[in-house]
């Protein structure tokens, strides 16, 4: 099997978010399973390492390669590498990115029969590959190359979908063709996500119930009619996470390395040293909640920031750390001034602090009011930090509540996106910290539980070998 892997970032190539990691992993795991892969993205101004030109005469295309010799073949364009972002700068989004993708997306079908790599599934990622599967079908499909070729598309957010205004710089026959019809209208602007939905053999996202919940109003953003009408043709497949990056084990980037074993003592030792890294107290009796993530309204900061007082009331301590939207920065800023002793926020990307709030935290924060898969909770439970999540995507997927099911339980989750369940769940959780049979038991199903690349790779095989078969 053949599977052509189409994503605007790969990590460790590119990276502005989840989708490079996903992107840089998932086609490592799937080549392990005996799966062909090759990958192709734009080449940005800010690539580095070994690249080389693909040596293929009139095409603008290099490579490189990631995990084991797996070739990355890059399209080339003044578009991608004049400019040192991917998709934007200060300003704002690129003007032209529905060309620079468009142009992108037309040159990896047009790359695949000049390389000679005919796969049996083209695997799109997110809007910026949106345009692949319509191109493949009102362009390509008529050559004998590729007849056969399905495509799968992976929706990551559905908030981010590709709307532009209509495309008047577009060339008239290519509008016509393309963009004057139903399949890219949405409000009298131009949704390449819309159009990759309507038009590829099958659809998926990242998490088991955000496939449902996507078929609702609530989290549609919109698109909730075009994607009931595909239902049959949508299923949700849980992300993983590296193991090989995130294990406590072999983490240089944390205090003192710890497995399953020794974690209730390691993870003191780890505790006490972000206590000290982010100047709170060293209290051994008073749990310590991480938040790790965007600074953002998705990812709960409007309830956190609204729980405050409810939250510095509790026998607790807080720490925050992320980037974000800048109009959070303040408030944040002065809660920590105004409680020193309980609140400590870092507002930098860190890539070493959130490995030691991983290892260090008791419980990690994460009230998401949407999380289409989520990774922070899956990376905690990896750490022995427990996480306390509302119930929605892949955090419904993944958090197994203590009230729901004693036994397996892994975490804390709250049903009910309002300051009252929120804090409620947050004082239950402080007080199972202080049962030393309960928490234990809650940090070693955390640890026990296998969120791998391995196990969703053989989920997108059976996707795969399904999808042939139709």
Not at 378 to 398: E, H, N, W
Request: hydrophobic content about 40%; proline content about 4%.
């Amino acid at each position: 099997m053949k599977i052509a892997f189409c994503a605007s970032e790969i990590f460790p190539l590119a990276k502005t978010g989840g989708l490079a990691d996903v992107a840089g992993a998932l086609p490592i795991a799937l080549s392990e399973l005996g799966i062909e892969v090759a990958l192709f993205m734009p080449r940005y101004q800010s690539l580095e390492g070994d690249i080389q030109s693909a040596g293929i005469s009139g095409l603008n295309l290099s490579k490189t390669t990631i995990g084991r010799n797996l070739n990355v073949y890059l399209i080339e364009h003044r578009s991608f590498s004049s400019r040192a972002g991917l998709y934007g700068n200060e300003k704002g989004d690129y003007k032209d990115n529905f060309k620079r993708f468009g142009y992108y997306s037309y040159q990896t079908l047009n790359v695949l029969e000049k390389i000679g790599f005919q796969p049996d599934i083209i695997h799109c990622h997110d809007w910026h590959t949106a345009l692949i599967p319509v191109i493949l079908k009102r362009l390509f499909r008529q050559k004998k190359f590729y007849t056969h070729i399905k495509t799968l598309f992976t929706i990551h957010n559905l908030a981010y979908q590709g709307l532009f205004e209509q495309a008047q710089d577009v060339n008239a026959q290519v509008k016509k063709k393309f963009f004057d019809n139903h399949e890219f209208e949405f409000y009298h602007k131009v949704n390449f996500l819309k159009a990759a939905i309507i038009n590829s053999d099958y659809i998926s996202t990242v998490s088991p119930a955000y496939a449902k919940e996507i078929l609702r109003y609530e989290y549609g953003c919109g698109l909730e009619g075009v994607l009931y009408n595909r239902k049959d043709h949508l299923t949700g497949i849980l992300n993983g996470i590296d193991y090989q990056v995130w294990n406590p084990k072999t983490d240089t980037m944390i205090s003192v390395p710890y497995s399953a074993k020794d974690v209730l003592e390691k993870k003191t030792v780890n505790k006490e040293f972000l206590q000290r890294e982010v100047k709170l107290p060293l209290n051994k009796k008073v749990p310590l909640f991480g938040f790790v993530g965007r600074i953002s309204h998705q990812k709960g900061i409007d309830l956190i920031l609204e729980s405050f007082p409810e939250l510095l009331k509790l026998n607790a301590q807080w720490v925050i750390q992320g980037i974000g939207n800048e109009h959070y920065y303040k408030p944040l800023k002065e809660w920590a001034k105004k409680y020193p002793d309980k609140v400590a926020v870092r507002l930098a990307f860190d890539e070493h602090l959130a490995h030691e709030i991983y290892a260090g935290a008791d419980m990690l924060l994460m009230p998401s009011n949407y999380e289409p898969c989520g990774l922070s909770q899956m990376i905690s439970m990896r750490y022995g930090t427990v996480p306390v999540v509302f119930k929605t995507g892949g955090l419904a997927d993944t958090v197994i509540d203590i009230e729901h099911n004693s036994s397996k339980a892994n975490g804390f989750m709250f049903s009910s996106y309002n300051k009252k369940d929120f804090v409620n769940t947050l004082e239950f959780a402080i007080k199972s910290y202080q049962q030393k049979k309960v928490f234990p038991k809650l940090i070693k199903n955390g640890m026990n539980c296998n969120f791998s690349w391995k196990e969703s790779a053989k989920r997108y095989q059976e996707l795969y070998q399904c999808l042939l078969s139709e």
